[in-house]
């Protein structure tokens, strides 16, 4: 599995909200850490990466906090 900064590095921000169905701006703060998806946006990233993303890599920063 990859994190989420990770995966919207390959894609870029752009791409990233487009697949997620959010604003760039939004996936720009997840990949900075500034902020993390809500439960509902979690599961989508998850469905739409394939898996690639799990809620396990999604989380895992905050909980290492």
């Not at 900064?5 to 390959?10: D, L």
Request: net charge positive; hydrophobic share 40%; no cysteine.
């Amino acid at each position: 599995p990859m994190n989420l900064k990770s995966f919207i590095e390959q894609i870029g921000d752009e791409q990233a909200a487009i697949l997620f169905g959010v604003k760039p701006r939004t996936t720009a703060s997840w990949r900075r850490g500034e902020r993390l998806p809500r439960p509902a946006q979690a599961a989508r990233i998850v469905r739409q990466t394939g898996g690639k993303v799990s809620f396990e890599e999604i989380y895992a920063a905050r909980s290492a906090a």
